[in-house]
C-alpha cells in the first residue's frame, strides 16, 4: 500500500480510526502461543493429509459426457443412502461434541419431511441485521414465482458469542419476526450458543454446530423421502434471488453430479456507488476471480492449476451443498481459523478425486455456479476503504475479522459514518488515484502468485482491465504495480456504474437479474433397484 497522505476534517473519524488501530488486538481471540491456527489457503498436501482415507474415497471419472462413476455408470442422488452416511458420519462425531450438539437439537423439533433445503447462518452480534435476513427469507418464491409451500426449507440461526460477552438483541428479534410471521413460522428456528472464551476456530465450530444439528434433526424424523440440501449464508446478506432456494434445489436435483452450486454476489452497489474506490477494489477482485475460475484453468486441463482459485470456490452466502456430500467429506475442518466455506469445495475436490500415477488430481467439477444473484453487506470492504483495515489479512491470525473492535464498528446497518470517513477516495481524481492504483496492484500481485509466470499474469491482467473499461493506452505494469496512465475512461466507468445502481431492488418479488433455464430433473434408471442403485453409488 502506498503512503495515505490525507487528513481528517472530523473528530468523530479520527476517532473511529485511533479505536481500530490502536485496539488491543487478540483479546477473546483465543489465540496462544501453543495453538494450531490453520490459515488461508490450505494446500491440497494438507487437505489429503487430513483427510486421510477419506481422501479419493468417493471418486468421480470424467468422460466426453461428464462426470460418471469410475465404473461408467450413472451418478444420481438417493434419500436412503444419504441418510445411512448422515448416520455414519454423525455417529463418528467426538463424543463430547455429538453430545452437545444433541442436546441443541433436542430443543428443536425434527426437520418436517417436506423440507428440500436447510438454510444455516452464523448470527455473532447482528441484531442490526437479522430481521432484514429474516424477512427476505420468509418471501422466498417458487420457480413460477408463488410462495414456497410449507416446511419447504428449513432457517436455523446459530446465535453465538464468547463466555464473558454480552449478549445483543437478536432473540428479541427473532422472537419479534416469528411472532409475525404467520404461517411461516415453523419454517424458522433460533438455538443461542455460548462459546468458550479461549475458543480458536470460533466461526468454523458455529458453523459446524449448524450442519450437525440440523443433521441430528434429519435423522429424527420418521420419513426421508427426498435428498436434502444445506444452503449456506451470512446474516449480513441484505437481499437474494427471491427464486435462489427454489432454483438451487432444482438444479441440484436435475444435476446429481454436482455436489454444491455458488451464485452470484455482490456488496449492494446502491451503496458501493457512493465510493470509486470502493466499486474499483471490488470488481477488481469479482474479476480476477471470475478469470481464475474459468475451465481451461482448472486441474483436468492445466498440469499448472491453483489447487485453491482454479475453480468454482465455495462461499459462506448464496451457496449449497448436498447433505451427502457434507457427509462424505467427513464435514469442516475443525481447526481452520478462517476459511471454513472455501474448506467445502476443497475437501470435496479430494474425496472426488483421484491418483494419477505419482499425482494426486483434485476433481473441481462438482461445484457449479448458478445464475441466481445475492446482496451482502458491504460493510467490511468500507472499513477496508475508510480505514485500511484489511477484513482477511492472514499477518495477525485474521484478527482484523475477529476482533470485537472491528466488529463493533461494523454492526450497524447505517453506512453513512464509513461512507463519511472514506471521503477521500468517494469520487476518483489525480489527488487519489495512487490509491487505486494500490487497489489494482494487489490483485495483479495475487495473479502473479497464482499463475506462477508474468506472461500468463499479464495476459489475464489485460482482461480484468478490459473489464474494468480501460483500454491498453490508460495503464501499464511497471514491475509489480499498475499504473494508471489516464483516468478518464475508469471515471466514465465508474460514473456509468453509479447512474445504473442509485437504488436497490424495488421488491422482494423481483429478481436482480434472469437466472436462466434450469434443466428438468434426470430420470433415475428404471432398470436398477434400490439396492443395486445403492451399490452402483456405494464411492459417491
Known amino acids: 500500500m502506498g503512503t495515505r497522505s490525507w487528513s481528517f476534517p472530523c473528530c468523530v473519524h479520527t476517532a473511529l480510526l485511533a479505536s481500530i488501530r490502536l485496539a488491543g488486538y487478540g483479546q477473546f481471540s483465543g489465540i496462544t502461543p501453543n495453538t494450531k491456527v490453520v490459515l488461508m489457503p490450505l494446500s491440497m498436501t494438507a487437505h489429503l493429509e487430513n483427510l486421510g482415507p477419506l481422501a479419493g474415497s468417493a471418486p468421480y471419472r470424467r468422460t466426453s459426457r461428464g462426470l460418471v462413476q469410475p465404473d461408467g455408470s ?25 453430545d452437545r450438539v444433541r442436546a441443541l437439537a433436542d430443543a428443536l423439533p425434527a426437520i418436517d419431511p417436506r423440507c428440500r433445503i436447510s438454510v444455516q447462518v452464523p448470527a455473532r452480534f447482528e441484531a442490526g441485521y437479522l430481521r432484514q435476513f429474516l424477512d427476505v427469507y420468509a418471501n ?4 413460477d414465482r408463488t410462495p414456497l409451500p410449507p416446511r419447504f426449507f428449513d432457517v436455523l ?23 409475525a410471521a404467520g ?48 444452503a449456506l449464508e451470512d446474516a449480513d446478506t441484505v437481499w437474494l434471488d427471491p427464486r435462489q432456494l427454489a432454483i438451487q434445489v432444482a438444479v441440484l436435483d436435475a444435476r446429481p453430479e454436482l455436489d454444491g452450486v455458488r451464485g452470484q454476489q455482490d456488496r449492494c452497489p446502491w451503496v458501493m456507488c457512493e465510493n470509486d474506490l470502493l466499486v474499483a477494489l471490488r470488481r477488481s477482485w469479482n474479476f480476477t476471480e471470475a478469470y481464475l475460475a474459468r475451465e481451461s484453468l482448472r486441474p483436468h486441463r492445466n498440469p499448472r492449476y491453483d489447487f485453491t482459485w482454479n475453480r468454482v470456490v465455495t462461499s459462506g452466502w448464496n451457496s449449497a451443498v448436498s447433505a451427502e456430500a457434507f457427509a462424505v467429506m467427513g464435514g469442516y475442518t475443525p481447526d481452520r481459523r478462517l476459511g471454513e466455506d472455501v474448506d467445502i469445495g476443497e475437501r470435496l475436490s479430494c474425496v472426488r478425486g483421484g491418483w494419477r500415477g505419482d499425482e494426486f488430481v483434485p476433481e473441481v467439477g462438482t461445484i457449479g455456479p448458478l445464475r441466481t444473484r445475492a ?18 489479512n492472514r499477518k495477525n491470525g485474521y484478527e482484523n475479522f ?31 488515484a495512487h490509491l487505486f492504483e494500490d487497489a489494482l496492484s494487489r490483485d495483479f500481485e495475487f495473479t502473479l502468485k497464482v499463475r506462477g509466470n508474468r506472461t500468463d499474469a499479464e495476459d489475464q491482467w489485460r482482461w480484468v482491465c478490459h473489464a474494468l473499461g480501460l483500454h491498453p493506452a490508460d495503464w501499464r505494469i511497471t514491475g509489480d504495480r499498475v499504473r494508471l496512465l489516464s483516468l478518464d475512461r475508469l471515471a466514465e466507468a465508474l460514473n456509468g456504474f453509479r447512474a445504473r ?13 434472469p437466472v436462466g433455464r434450469v434443466p428438468a430433473p434426470r430420470p433415475r434408471p428404471e432398470a436398477q433397484s434400490e439396492e443395486e442403485s445403492d451399490h452402483a453409488n456405494a464411492c459417491c
Open 402 to 432: 475477529f476482533s470485537r473492535t472491528v466488529t463493533d464498528q461494523i454492526r450497524s446497518p447505517d453506512y453513512s459514518g464509513l461512507l463519511a470517513a472514506a471521503w477521500f477516495s468517494a469520487r476518483l481524481s489525480p489527488a487519489n
Open 74 to 98: 450413472a451418478i444420481h442422488r438417493s434419500a436412503r443412502r444419504e441418510r445411512a452416511r448422515l448416520r455414519q458420519y454423525f455417529d463418528a462425531l467426538p463424543t463430547a461434541h455429538r
Open 140 to 143: 422466498q418464491r417458487a420457480l
Open 183 to 230: 404461517e411461516r413460522a415453523d419454517d424458522f428456528h433460533f438455538v443461542d450458543v455460548e462459546l468458550d472464551v479461549d475458543e480458536p476456530y470460533p466461526l468454523t465450530l458455529v458453523r459446524r454446530l449448524g450442519a450437525d444439528i440440523t443433521i441430528a434433526r434429519l435423522l429424527a424424523r420418521e420419513n426421508y423421502p427426498e435428498p436434502v440440501y444445506f
Open 375 to 392: 446482496e451482502g453487506s458491504p460493510r467490511r470492504w468500507l472499513l477496508r476503504v475508510a480505514a485500511d483495515v484489511d477484513p482477511y
Open 157 to 179: 440461526v446459530v446465535n453465538n458469542r464468547l463466555a464473558g460477552e454480552r449478549p445483543d438483541d437478536s432473540a428479541a428479534v427473532f422472537a419479534e419476526f416469528r411472532a
Open 501 to 513: 445502481n442509485r437504488g436497490r431492488p424495488a421488491e422482494i418479488g423481483k429478481p436482480a437479474r
